[in-house]
């Protein structure tokens, strides 16, 4: 293998760490898995390995001790942005340069395609930054879409002021802590709270759960310049019942655990306009019954990239690995219009691989039980797992 196009973390059972991951040639088999090799790209670049010094240093504190710091620290997808910005490295150039021989012996990418657990390596989400926002109505169909939804203007008056004026989008945050991102595989959060019982006009409204429904797009990630070098896919999950209710619960909808899902892995490119890739998104239920499909194509973004981030960072410093989803063109309605647990999102772009998630209610917040033990999460805490876990450095 030589020429790197993808980048990645995965979680290392050995090792008991998230480690750093390049591939080339990603396609997908007729088992839906993901193919091509994958290395291990832990002892390519001297990165700072923050996360195992701090092991080091504070291995036989408590967990409830030190998790607000361990937690924080960057891992190696970060890391390597951080190197890269450090070093006046292009990431792209740079991977293309790699081959096999670079990082431990080759693996079957399948192998990682599997479903999250501790004990057996896996495809984590392949960049946990310390901050995601999101751009919201950048595509036609979903400021129509609200527009029903929310029976207002707001929707269509932001789409006009990107498309048609080139002025301000709509940007809100997704994540600023590990327990927002989800990887391959995971499950996206469900809320459990319900809608209020009085309509705007006064009226009574029937209750219902809160939920989330589901957004698949694009999700751009950048240096700290704004330069895009990347891009994943990802599901910015939402709960919109609470959106359509009223705007002030806009950042009650997008930002909540288990809320922004990302994977499998991050195509490297240059482009910063728009990459042009078609999507497709399909939704099953538990039993493995189609409830759902739609294509679309990034294309369809009202504006390019480059100009929204620079939006984003007008008011605001960037961070080495920000990422940002950029929109969605499909609103599912009807069976999967709030999608319940067990059921199955698989987004698809060509470049990038298919992306694969389930889903799950949020469960309830507990405190830590023990020395080193928090229950009930949604999906693997991996700063935890490697906190308590032996580490081997090779």
Request: net charge negative; aromatic share 8%; proline share 5%.
């Amino acid at each position: 293998m030589s020429g790197l196009t993808h980048v990645g973390q995965y979680w290392s059972s050995t090792h008991c760490e998230i480690r750093l991951l390049g591939c080339a040639d990603v396609g997908v088999g007729p088992d839906g898995r993901l193919v091509g090799s994958a290395v291990d790209l832990d002892r390519v670049l001297p990165l700072p390995d923050f996360r195992r010094q701090f092991r080091a240093a504070f291995g036989g504190r408590r967990w409830s001790e030190v998790s607000w710091a361990y937690s924080a620290l960057p891992t190696p997808s970060v890391e390597l942005v951080e190197y890269a910005e450090s070093s006046g490295l292009d990431l792209v150039a740079w991977a293309r340069g790699l081959s096999a021989a670079s990082g431990a012996p080759a693996r079957a990418l399948a192998e990682l395609d599997v479903t999250p657990d501790a004990a057996v390596d896996h495809l984590v989400a392949p960049i946990i930054p310390r901050r995601a926002q999101g751009f919201g109505v950048t595509y036609l169909n979903s400021a129509l879409e609200r527009e029903t939804e929310g029976r207002r203007g707001d929707y269509a008056y932001v789409y006009r002021a990107v498309k048609e004026r080139s002025e301000r989008p709509e940007i809100f945050l997704k994540g600023t802590s590990s327990e927002h991102f989800v990887g391959p595989r995971g499950r996206m959060g469900l809320r459990r709270d319900l809608t209020n019982s009085e309509a705007l006009d006064g009226t009574a409204s029937e209750r219902v759960v809160v939920a989330a429904g589901i957004e698949p797009e694009l999700a751009a990630v950048v240096y700290s310049s704004g330069k895009i070098w990347g891009y994943t896919l990802a599901n910015d999950v939402s709960g919109n019942r609470l959106e359509n209710e009223t705007l002030l619960y806009l950042a009650q909808a997008k930002h909540f655990t288990g809320s922004l899902v990302l994977g499998p892995l991050i195509w490297l490119s240059e482009e910063q306009g728009n990459p042009d890739l078609d999507l497709r998104v399909r939704v099953f239920a538990a039993d493995g019954e189609q409830l759902f499909e739609h294509e679309t194509n990034t294309s369809r973004i009202s504006a390019r990239l480059e100009k929204l981030v620079e939006w984003a960072g007008s008011h605001v410093r960037l961070q080495p690995g920000e990422v940002f989803s950029t929109g969605t063109d499909c609103v599912p309605d009807g069976a999967v219009k709030v999608l319940q647990p067990g059921h199955e999102v698989e987004i698809a772009a060509p470049k990038i691989g298919v992306l694969r998630h389930g889903a799950a209610v949020i469960p309830e917040v507990e405190p830590l039980q023990g020395e080193n033990h928090r229950i009930n999460e949604l999906n693997p805490n991996y700063s935890h797992l490697e906190f308590a876990g032996k580490n081997t450095r090779d």
